[in-house]
């Protein structure tokens, strides 16, 4: 992992919706290497660092020298915020037509974007208002359905109790089914969790995470506006996130959509991680190695030199398959379409630099 994180912090406005936005823009890379502009969106109860494990990995380095990174904190989600100046958030929508004005305001025509969870709900949505902004989107854990009845019930519980108690266990508890499934159990994840743990009692604004959780809880459907989505995507879903299925189900309707308007999914594969809740803290290699490939399916990062796993892939590695595949020698040459899931049987105000 990279030892530093060079970010500089920027302060942006949204007058329209009364909030800021705190960007961090990570450029690591040499000017006279051609870049892209990589837009990343944060889930729940999380900011911007989460991204820093798998982006500082030794996996990323290539990528990480080709590419700008525009982390954005969400409204009152960044660590020790103050209170949010209204009782009510955003809506998802709200949220995602502003972020326009963030990569204006950075003077970045195009971008891909990368979301996990709340984040990738809000990619979505940007994509499909903004399609000529978008050169490809890298989902983790999507959705593109409204919340279920027992969705509702259970983030309603977790809100209520932390509008009125601050962060206390069961909304924990919530969060960390959100976040990491049942991999909770992993040992291996003892260390991460407790990490968490500390993040939600001492850093996050408990009001503003409830308005936020709301927000994501009221969500649309807009699976009926997939067919406004013109960019390759790439899917990601550990096994073990309690939003597998709808990840399944929202990768199902994207293939359906394609193919009516005779659109290919060569590029937009969804990858599977056995034995995952949150994929980025648990296999960073593997989703690092699928980005790789996704970027350079869509013309981007040309010059990095290809992975040796990626090596006579040609583009059917861009297709569905679960990630226990691609570690299985002999398999590689095997990959299966995408057609079928059970075909898967394995103006900134202030700016600052920060460390």
Request: net charge negative.
């Amino acid at each position: 992992m990279a030892d530093t994180v060079c970010e500089t912090k920027h302060i942006v406005p949204a007058e329209r919706l009364g909030v800021n936005f705190t960007v961090y823009v990570q450029d690591d890379g040499e000017t006279k290497i051609p870049r892209c502009t990589v837009l990343v969106l944060h889930d729940l109860g999380v900011d911007h660092k989460s991204y820093r494990p798998w982006i500082g990995s030794i996996e990323m380095d290539g990528v990480r020298e080709r590419c700008t990174f525009l982390h954005v904190d969400f409204p009152g989600q960044e660590d020790d915020a103050v209170d949010l100046p209204s009782d009510k958030y955003p809506s998802l929508d709200d949220i995602a037509r502003e972020l326009v004005n963030v990569i204006n305001l950075f003077n970045h025509n195009q971008v891909v974007v990368v979301g996990e969870g709340a984040g990738a709900n809000v990619g979505l949505r940007f994509a499909i208002s903004y399609p000529e902004r978008v050169l490809g989107l890298c989902l983790m854990h999507p959705t593109a359905s409204s919340a279920s009845l027992w969705e509702t019930v259970k983030d309603k519980f977790a809100n209520w109790r932390l509008l009125k108690q601050g962060m206390n266990p069961q909304t924990e508890a919530f969060l960390l089914w959100h976040r990491y499934g049942d991999a909770s159990i992993n040992p291996d994840m003892e260390s991460r969790l407790k990490e968490f743990h500390d993040t939600l009692y001492r850093k996050r604004n408990p009001k503003n995470l409830a308005l936020f959780i709301q927000a994501f809880q009221n969500r649309t459907n807009i699976t009926d506006r997939l067919e406004l989505l013109n960019c390759d995507v790439m899917v990601v879903v550990g096994k073990r996130s309690p939003y597998a299925s709808n990840c399944a189900h929202f990768y199902e309707v994207l293939c359906d959509v394609r193919r009516k308007r005779s659109m290919t999914m060569e590029n937009s594969p969804l990858l599977e991680v056995e034995g995952a809740g949150d994929v980025l803290e648990e296999a960073p290699g593997k989703v690092s190695l699928s980005f790789q490939f996704f970027l350079q399916g869509i013309g981007l990062v040309a010059a990095l030199p290809m992975h040796p796993e990626l090596v006579g892939q040609g583009r059917r590695a861009s297709r569905t398959y679960s990630m226990e595949e691609m570690d299985k020698p002999g398999r590689r040459n095997s990959l299966l379409g995408c057609t079928r899931k059970d075909s898967i049987s394995e103006s900134p105000i202030s700016e600052s630099p920060t460390d």
